[in-house]
């Protein structure tokens, strides 16, 4: 009882802070890279990477971005870079779903380690502020719309697996999650799009589903991928910064790897549109 009210706690304390910093333009971009930075310890932890040359690559990467693309007029070239950065990122994402399903070890975790602290994590965290200010507009409601497709993607997978569950998912990887769990999770973000749909009047209620879509599937196998980190590694949890939950990137691994696609997914429909 005691453990389940911590956990509680510290996820209520997670959610109440991202709500509350998304809405300031300003607050949100620290928390963002807080939050990033942070996740890059975990991760560079995991992949037993002793350098500073991550970190480097993180602070140029997203604030070179906050300043050029937000407060620069000309924004053509910055445009053109994050071109380049999502082709590659998409590009080294595949790489990892290929090496989820098809190799005993992640490749990438012993070998060419900047690439995939650079392409995986770092540039997910990039995605998250460019969703944030789409069209360099400041569209916060852009992100907690994906963030909430995530956390009822996660809650509905769990509820469904645990009381239906029976037919396992990727048992080598996480033996907890199931089949059943995965399509109750994708059903009542399915459901949930609709509501956010109404409620943020930001996007109509077909891109919402789309994106309820990619991100219950592409979440979930973002997940698998850090669990398959966490196996190499030989750890149950990235960190001890959240009580109950372990560790950030624990809480954030869905939104890292589906953020380069929902990005993606937007600047489509956008153009469609």
């Known amino acids: 009882m005691k453990e389940l009210l911590i956990r509680a706690l510290s996820g209520a304390i997670y959610v109440l802070l991202l709500i509350g910093s998304l809405f300031v333009k300003e607050t949100s971009v620290i928390l963002i890279g807080v939050f990033g930075f942070l996740s890059l310890a975990e991760f560079s ?8 040359i991550q970190y480097v690559i993180f602070f140029i990467l997203y604030f070179s971005y906050w300043y050029f693309c937000i407060h620069n007029s000309n924004k053509t070239e910055s445009k053109e870079v994050i071109q ?9 994402n595949l790489i990892l779903i290929k090496d989820l399903f098809a190799s005993k070890k992640i490749p990438l975790f012993e070998s060419k380690r900047y690439i995939v602290t650079t392409f995986y994590l770092t540039s997910g965290f990039l995605f998250m502020l460019l969703i944030a200010n789409f069209n360099n507009e400041f569209t916060p409601l852009l992100l907690l719309g994906s963030f909430i497709l995530i956390w009822v993607n996660d809650s509905a997978a769990y509820i469904v697996g645990k009381n239906f569950g029976k037919q396992k998912l990727f048992p080598s990887i996480s033996p907890k999650k199931t089949v059943e769990g995965f399509l109750g999770g994708l059903f009542f973000a399915c459901i949930s799009s609709y509501f956010i749909a109404k409620f943020t009047e930001t996007l109509n209620f077909n891109i919402w589903l789309i994106l309820a879509i990619i991100v219950s599937v592409l979440g979930t196998i973002g997940d698998l991928i850090e669990s398959k980190f966490k196996r190499q590694a030989g750890v149950k949890d990235s960190g001890v910064i959240m009580p109950g939950h372990g560790g950030l990137l624990d809480r954030l691994d869905s939104i890292i790897f589906a953020a380069p696609f929902i990005y993606l997914f937007l600047r489509i429909s956008s153009h469609v549109s």
């Open 45 to 52: 932890k995991l992949i037993k990477l002793k350098s500073v």
């Open 84 to 92: 380049i950065i999502l082709v590659i990122t998409i590009f080294v």
